[in-house]
């Protein structure tokens, strides 16, 4: 999904003042259109993390300085207080990165706890440390790991406590229950904003995931129906140009012979060309936004013509005509009654258009073709096609060449409804397309009619 820049959404209902667009990336990196989050410190310090971790670093920079000289000025080793130097200032490095370190971090104070002296002021130290060491895991890393550093901590701490030779149960009690008590609100103030944090990214990821599975939607439906489209196309031009140009040739032959013939197939001509153009301007009506209408349905006055019905099985007949016209020997035959599904007879007046007109452009010779569509069984259509034509010859003056996408289309229009269709050869010439489509049951009609219409 994308969301054009100067197209911000406003930051507060009913509010006019428009968010500036240079700031959309900072809380709508994904472009996902959502609002401004409330709250102008928050924002801010989610925009720029490192002035927190820098004030931090400061803050216990300067806190660590003057615990390790306090435990210089005391009665710790010499060796005690490098190695608490030491371990300071690694852990003012590691507060810096303590959003990518946070154990390496936990770590180091756990070692500060032990190595300052208890009661100092150096002990403040690491119990600041190991706070907020355990924040930065519950925020960056899990619960888990913060619970688990929350005991480690609370544990090092008290040992540190006793580690000035002072082994007293009570010192070990309070030093127990006051640095776990710490420890403790460190993690939960941890888990409370890391669970919002990982809410937030969760609810971010999941508008992305549906911003990009509506948008791949729209493309797929954009190409089912750019696929629609080219399968009707392909029936218009298909059976147009083919039934044009067989009556062409006709004409052609017959005009010294027979004018009036040859006139009455050029007239069939411009019919079938107006007709066909009609209905490609009818699916190419689609592709626009409007359709043209002027009022009542007529034209308007830029020449559209208004979207119409599919074609239903009653139109079968006069497309069967069509092709009579064109000179194929058709017998068609319809056993059964026709189901009311208007998808059922248009599927099936796209098969038998598609199959004449391969019999049309590639059969040589035919004496007959059959069509024959049979209702009776229930839920299943059967549509046959079948001629006893030549295949075209390689060396015929004229060779029709086809792309393969008219069995293509009439397969995938079939396989919508979960049929088959077999297309190929027959013994011992001809073609023949066998289309089997599954249908509701419909209870079978007394008046089931079987005819058979001879040319």
């Known amino acids: 999904m994308s969301t054009d820049p100067a197209m911000v959404p406003q930051a507060q209902a009913g509010s006019s003042r428009v968010l500036r667009p240079r700031r959309i990336e900072d809380y709508d990196p994904q472009r996902l259109g959502l609002p401004k989050p409330p709250g102008f410190i928050r924002t801010f310090f989610r925009r720029n993390p490192w002035i927190i971790d820098s004030v931090l670093m400061g803050l216990f920079y300067y806190a660590s300085i003057g615990s390790v000289l306090a435990s210089a000025n005391g009665s710790m080793p010499i060796a005690g207080v490098l190695m608490s130097a030491i371990l300071s200032l690694g852990t003012t490095a590691a507060i810096l990165f303590r959003r990518f370190i946070p154990r390496i971090l936990a770590g180091i104070s756990s070692a500060l706890l032990l190595a300052v002296i208890p009661g100092?002021?150096?002990?403040?130290?690491?119990?600041?440390?190991?706070?907020?060491?355990?924040?930065?895991?519950?925020?960056?890393?899990?619960?888990?790991?913060?619970?688990?550093w929350t005991i480690i901590g609370t544990i090092v701490a008290t040992i540190g406590a006793l580690s000035a030779g002072l082994l007293d149960v009570a010192i070990?009690?309070?030093?127990?229950?006051?640095y776990g008590m710490m420890f403790v609100i460190a993690t939960l103030i941890g888990i409370s904003v890391g669970n919002r944090v990982r809410y937030m990214d969760a609810l971010f990821a999941r508008a992305a995931q549906l911003a990009r599975e509506r948008d791949q939607q729209a493309q797929l439906a954009t190409a089912s129906e750019r696929a629609r489209i080219a399968r009707e196309m392909h029936d218009i031009v298909a059976h147009s140009l083919t039934v044009m140009i067989a009556l062409a040739d006709g004409a052609?032959?017959?005009?010294?012979?027979?004018?009036?013939?040859?006139?009455?197939?050029?007239?069939?001509?411009?019919e079938i060309g107006r007709t066909s153009l009609t209905d490609m301007r009818r699916v190419l009506g689609v592709l626009t936004e409007a359709s043209g209408e002027g009022p009542g349905g007529a034209p308007s006055a830029t020449g559209a013509v208004p979207l119409a019905p599919q074609p239903t099985f009653d139109e079968l007949r006069p497309l069967i005509d069509s092709y009579r016209a064109a000179?194929?020997?058709?017998?068609?035959?319809?056993?059964?009654?026709?189901?009311?599904?208007?998808?059922?007879?248009?599927?099936?007046?796209?098969?038998?258009?598609?199959?004449?007109?391969n019999a049309l452009r590639y059969a040589r010779t035919p004496s007959r073709v059959e069509?024959?569509?049979?209702?009776?069984?229930?839920g299943l259509t059967e549509v046959i096609v079948r001629d006893d034509g030549l295949g075209t010859a390689a060396d015929s003056a004229t060779v029709s060449v086809g792309s393969g996408r008219g069995?293509?289309?009439?397969?995938?229009r079939v396989?919508?409804?979960?049929?088959?269709?077999?297309a190929g050869p027959i013994e011992p010439r001809g073609w023949r397309v066998h289309a089997r489509i599954?249908?509701?049951?419909?209870?079978?009609?007394?008046?089931?009619?079987q005819e058979s219409t001879p040319l």
């Open 415 to 422: 396989a919508l409804y979960g049929g088959t269709v077999d």
């Open 120 to 148: 100092s002021t150096g002990s403040s130290v690491g119990v600041i440390a190991m706070v907020i060491a355990l924040y930065a895991l519950a925020v960056y890393r899990s619960a888990r790991s913060a619970w688990l």
């Open 252 to 270: 052609t032959r017959a005009a010294t012979s027979d004018p009036g013939r040859a006139m009455d197939a050029m007239a069939h001509v411009s």
């Open 407 to 412: 069995l293509i289309g009439m397969r995938e």
């Open 172 to 178: 070990a009690l309070v030093a127990f229950f006051g």
């Open 371 to 378: 069509v024959a569509v049979d209702f009776t069984a229930a």
């Open 327 to 357: 000179g194929l020997p058709i017998t068609l035959t319809v056993s059964g009654a026709v189901p009311e599904e208007s998808a059922t007879q248009l599927t099936v007046f796209r098969v038998v258009q598609e199959a004449l007109t």
């Open 438 to 449: 599954p249908t509701a049951a419909h209870p079978s009609d007394p008046s089931s009619r």
